[in-house]
């Protein structure tokens, strides 16, 4: 089975500076067509589903504020917010595709709050 | 823009059968697949599995052996039945699209909870 791992499994950061959290997987991530790795980042606030941030490692989902990034291929990935605002306190999941079988694993979850 | 709306029993006993239905309104099924996802304390997010608007499915090894998914094209909506349910099975449980192996547009989530 692939396993994703998220580091920190929690993290306190000042509001206005910069947040990082990692996710590794036990296998390369599965690359599309378009050599795109399947890699998405979502985040999810209490009593809510979650939200996808970013899809292909890098790509930011429609409407999604510009200070969530997103970097890495193969094994490793990164999900930053480059100045963190209040509402951005929240739990954040990474999630990878793989294909044989077809299934997707998410990470444990990396809980961000305000220092 | 495309919205999820999940609804199913919400209290089980053990051995019962779990059954989720989750509605597509302003999209059609087609085109995409369409997954299923629960997420408990214990274990956090964990697909379930996914089917395509012509029922084609695959499904998370761990629980391929109690599920069904089943779509229904007529009403816009899809299905999970998971047989034999016990405390493990606890959980709230998610509907959502997916987009490029990712899941863009989820529903509002449904708590299962399973307790003799």
């Known amino acids: ?115 | 823009q495309v919205q999820l709306q999940q609804w199913g029993a919400g209290l089980l006993k053990p051995s019962e059968t779990l059954s989720l239905t989750c509605a597509v309104y302003g999209g059609s099924l087609t085109g995409h697949y369409w997954s299923w996802m629960r997420q408990s304390p214990g274990k956090g997010l964990e697909w379930i599995g996914e089917i395509n608007h012509s029922g084609g499915t695959n499904y998370n090894p761990s629980l391929k052996s109690r599920l069904t998914m089943s779509v229904d094209t007529s009403k816009n909506q899809f299905s999970l039945n998971l047989s034999f349910v016990n405390a493990a099975d606890t959980a709230v449980y998610y509907c959502a699209r997916v987009r490029l192996k990712a899941m863009d547009v989820w529903g509002q989530g449904t708590a299962v909870a399973v307790s003799s």
């Open chain 1, 1 to 115: 089975d692939i396993v994703m791992t998220q580091s920190p499994d929690s993290l306190a950061v000042s509001l206005g500076e910069r947040a990082t959290i990692n996710c590794k997987s036990s296998q390369t991530v599965l690359y599309s067509s378009n050599n795109n790795p399947y890699l998405a980042w979502y985040q999810q606030k209490p009593g809510q589903p979650p939200k996808l941030l970013i899809y292909w490692a890098s790509t930011r989902e429609s409407g999604v504020p510009d200070r969530f990034s997103g970097s890495g291929s193969g094994t490793d990935f990164t999900l930053t917010i480059s100045s963190l605002q209040a509402e951005d306190v929240a739990v954040y999941y990474c999630q990878q595709y793989y294909g044989t079988p077809r299934m997707y694993t998410f990470g444990q979850g990396t809980k961000l709050e305000i220092k």
